[in-house]
């Protein structure tokens, strides 16, 4: 993720913005490495502000939810509380171009004397932490108590500790990038490493994607080596970096996340230009697309690993289904050859009477093509007997291969069966669309249901489509899974409603709702888009869509959920570009 120096400075941006003048009313902690803190604004406004010192998930950004606390606050809290409470926000600062949020505070001592007071917010992985600290009359920082104390048995560089000088490690020898010149271009371009390598790490508080995204915006390959670079490409690479650092010191920042099949990839405080082929959401401040960013991360994480059991089960069914059909198509290939017995078969009982036993091959007039043929015989039979073995394999051959073309239909509708589910794996947004694909699972025979569950549990639970409104206006639902492709195509149809799907791949069923109304052709295009996007070849960019009027759709009698046929369609290529319409959350 993108959680660099860059992102730090858009934070600070609009921290200082809206809380500068500001008063602290409350202070919570709940959690043993997380502080919320309620924050009366310049006119009147309330703002709540979460800050995060987690390992795995360090965080600054004001949010709207509400957690709830332990009956008795920890020390920490208390401490802060007893010095914040009412305290004003003199100013937000980032300390160099690190990730180091700082709280300048004033607020009233015990004697009524005003002292002013700092709030460190580290943002470092796993050495992440919120300092308390003041000022000592030499004007150095000096710990208070800290989110997490760090002794010398953990850390042999600094000691977090109260009483302690507060200092942050000089560890890596880099360059501020809100100083870049040509000197500091030097520095990067004589390291023998790849470009993107070279650019991070030289500069200060730039991440992985940040230097990608400027060897992008420079038209080099962000992996060729740094030696690897004309003079043109030096030009292009330091006009990319001298206005890219300008748009920051400009606070030109733009937040926004890259999304791949609804699933959060990356995020980021500036124009993601080298994800140009995903969908990008922009969002009005970082706040907004940090908290979407990691609670719809989070969202992806956790039903993810609650599906790795479906996903095994389905992953083996699918492998094994697929050996089946292979072997399968093997046999039928080699029944190709039962007519040609047949044939050598009729041609040796007219025509066998020119051949004699020993013969090991009869030329004859074959009178279904009018040509010459020669037959292959069997020295030690007759012609007549060879005529019966002929016979023999043709029928053996004619049993396989009427046999085969049951088993081969059968398997194939098994095998798509299989990839709608799995398709239906990769959309699951919510653990009701898990436990409808698990009762699917079952009802196929891949699950065995458990003997103790009881009936009622038994009874799949409601699991709502996914519903897009057009640019025009129109109502477009995708189903997430095969019950739900089944009610959405059968168990409501209005007048001209019409039906998506993708042509002969996995997908989901989309359903465009006319509401009576003429429906205009971008609509047709947008939800073929939606039919692209939720198949399994959306990664092509470009799917083949069918698409008929809900009516023209029908069910076999005794057909595996989700399956249907038409038999009047029309067909068009549609992109797997669905940022033109509008979800609906319920």
């Not at 095998?415 to 669309?433: G, P, Q, W």
């Not at 079952?442 to 003997?451: M, N």
Request: aromatic letters at 10%.
């Amino acid at each position: 993720m993108a959680f660099d120096g860059i992102t730090v400075a858009n934070i600070v941006y609009e921290l200082n913005n809206t809380l500068k003048e500001g008063r602290i009313s409350k202070i919570a902690q709940p959690e043993n490495d997380e502080l919320i803190i309620n924050i009366k604004c310049v006119g009147r406004i309330q703002k709540k502000l979460l800050l995060s010192a987690n390992a795995g998930l360090p965080l600054v950004y004001f949010t709207e939810e509400s957690k709830q606390s332990p009956m008795t606050a920890p020390n920490f809290c208390m401490l802060l509380r007893k010095h914040l409470s009412g305290a004003r926000i003199i100013s937000v600062s980032q300390f160099g171009f690190e990730r180091v949020i700082i709280f300048e505070l004033e607020h009233l001592d015990e004697m009524g004397d005003l002292c002013k007071k700092y709030l460190i917010v580290e943002l470092m992985g796993k050495h992440s932490n919120i300092i308390f600290c003041e000022k000592n009359e030499q004007d150095e920082l000096i710990i208070i108590d800290s989110i997490k104390r760090i002794n010398g048995f953990v850390s042999s560089v600094r000691e977090v500790l109260p009483g302690k000088t507060y200092f942050i490690p000089n560890t890596m020898d880099k360059n501020d990038p809100l100083d870049f010149n040509p000197e500091i271009m030097n520095n990067i371009i004589s390291k023998p490493m790849p470009v993107y390598k070279a650019i991070y790490s030289t500069l200060t508080g730039f991440s992985p994607v940040a230097a990608i995204e400027i060897c992008t915006r420079a038209g080099i390959d962000s992996e060729i080596p740094t030696d690897g670079l004309d003079n043109n490409k030096r030009f292009e690479l330091y006009n990319a970096l001298e206005l890219f650092i300008n748009e920051i010191k400009n606070h030109n920042f733009v937040p926004n996340i890259a999304y791949n099949n609804n699933e959060p990839v990356e995020f980021a405080v500036f124009e993601l230009t080298s994800y140009r082929d995903l969908r990008n959401v922009t969002y009005d401040n970082v706040s907004e697309m940090l908290e979407h960013f990691y609670s719809e991360k989070d969202k992806y994480a956790r039903i993810r690993q609650k599906s790795a059991d479906l996903r095994k089960i389905v992953s083996t069914a699918l492998g094994r289904i697929q050996k089946k059909l292979e072997l399968q198509e093997k046999q039928f290939k080699s029944t190709d050859k039962r007519d040609k017995y047949r044939i050598y078969g009729e041609l040796l009982t007219t025509f066998g009477y020119n051949a004699s036993k020993g013969d090991r091959e009869i030329t004859c007039n074959n009178y279904y093509t009018g040509e010459d043929i020669t037959i292959p015989l069997n020295t030690e039979l007759s012609p007549i007997d060879n005529a019966k073995k002929y016979f023999e394999r043709y029928s053996k051959l004619k049993r396989t291969y009427e046999a085969l073309v049951v088993q081969l239909e059968d398997t194939k509708n098994e095998l798509s069966h299989l990839e709608s589910i799995s398709n239906s794996l990769e959309i699951a947004t919510n653990e009701a669309d898990l436990i409808a694909i698990k009762e699917e699972l079952i009802v196929a025979g891949y699950i065995r249901r458990q003997a103790n569950v009881k009936k009622k549990q038994q009874k799949t639970p409601a699991s709502n489509p996914l519903h897009y409104i057009s640019s025009d206006g129109f109502d477009i639902y995708v189903g997430k899974n095969n019950y739900q492709n089944d009610e959405l195509t059968f168990g409501m149809q209005g007048e001209n409603d019409w039906w998506f799907h993708s042509k002969g791949i996995a997908g989901s069923h989309v359903v465009l709702r006319s509401g009576g109304r003429e429906i205009t052709d971008i609509t047709f295009e947008e939800a073929a888009s939606l039919a692209a996007y939720y198949s399994k070849g959306k990664e092509s960019g470009k799917v083949e869509i069918d698409y008929t009027e809900l009516r023209n759709v029908k069910k076999p009698k005794g057909s595996k959920p989700g399956f249907v046929v038409y038999y009047t369609n029309y067909s068009m290529m549609a992109t797997t570009d669905i940022s033109s319409l509008k979800e609906v959350t319920e």
